[in-house]
């Protein structure tokens, strides 16, 4: 089975997202838990939530979707509409950014709905860049905060002494 975990961090970096912006949110996630916790802590976290073959399709599944929109190549112009708006009530981004959450239990999912409310960090700059401005970022924030949701939420487990059989 081959691993993406390069090639999708690649991707990541190509849509102006650094390992260090998703560890920052993970970092923001559980700062009221770990008050001293550093960025780079949590580094770790995040290579490890990549390198789930899980994550790593949702991240090529999304920026393709986002790239299709962007570029005008999508076959259905009222979902490149959407797509292009990051229409409110299109849940879909969401829906395929779960997937990466449901591998690491419902501390993930919660981390996730509070950073998806609260737009911190990469992801705010993320949601605000693709609002009518030719740019299309309806899928990626939503994977970065469940990236970082779920690099949190495998600290938080780690940290407990539950390392749910990781190496």
Same mark, same amino acid.
């Given at each position: 089975m081959e691993d993406y975990s390069e090639h999708c961090i690649k991707l990541l970096q190509s849509r102006g997202v650094s390992?260090?912006?998703?560890?920052?949110?993970?970092?923001?996630?559980?700062?009221?838990?770990?008050?001293? &916790?550093?960025?780079?802590?949590?580094?770790?976290?995040?290579?490890?939530?990549?390198?789930?073959?899980?994550?790593?399709?949702?991240?090529?599944?999304?920026?393709? &979707?986002?790239?299709?929109?962007?570029?005008?190549?999508?076959?259905?112009?009222?979902?490149?509409?959407?797509?292009?708006?990051?229409?409110?009530?299109?849940?879909?981004?969401?829906?395929?950014?779960?997937? *990466?959450?449901?591998?690491?239990?419902?501390?993930?999912?919660?981390?996730?709905?509070? *950073?998806?409310?609260?737009?911190?960090?990469?992801?705010?700059?993320?949601?605000?860049?693709?609002?009518?401005?030719?740019?299309?970022?309806?899928?990626?924030?939503?994977?970065?905060?469940? *990236?970082?949701?779920?690099?949190?939420?495998?600290?938080?487990?780690?940290?407990?002494?539950?390392?749910?059989?990781?190496?």
């Amino acid at each position: 089975m081959e691993d993406y975990s390069e090639h999708c961090i690649k991707l990541l970096q190509s849509r102006g997202v650094s390992l260090e912006d998703i560890a920052d949110c993970a970092r923001y996630l559980q700062a009221d838990y770990h008050v001293d &916790l550093k960025s780079d802590e949590l580094l770790a976290s995040v290579r490890k939530v990549i390198s789930k073959r899980e994550t790593q399709y949702a991240i090529m599944t999304a920026i393709e &979707l986002d790239c299709m929109a962007e570029q005008n190549k999508m076959n259905d112009k009222e979902l490149q509409s959407l797509l292009m708006h990051d229409d409110a009530l299109y849940g879909v981004d969401e829906v395929l950014a779960y997937g *990466i959450c449901n591998t690491y239990g419902s501390i993930a999912l919660t981390n996730f709905g509070y *950073i998806d409310k609260k737009k911190y960090g990469v992801i705010d700059r993320l949601n605000k860049g693709g609002k009518n401005s030719g740019v299309c970022n309806t899928f990626i924030d939503d994977i970065v905060g469940a *990236i970082a949701a779920s690099a949190a939420s495998r600290f938080a487990h780690r940290w407990n002494g539950d390392d749910n059989k990781e190496e």
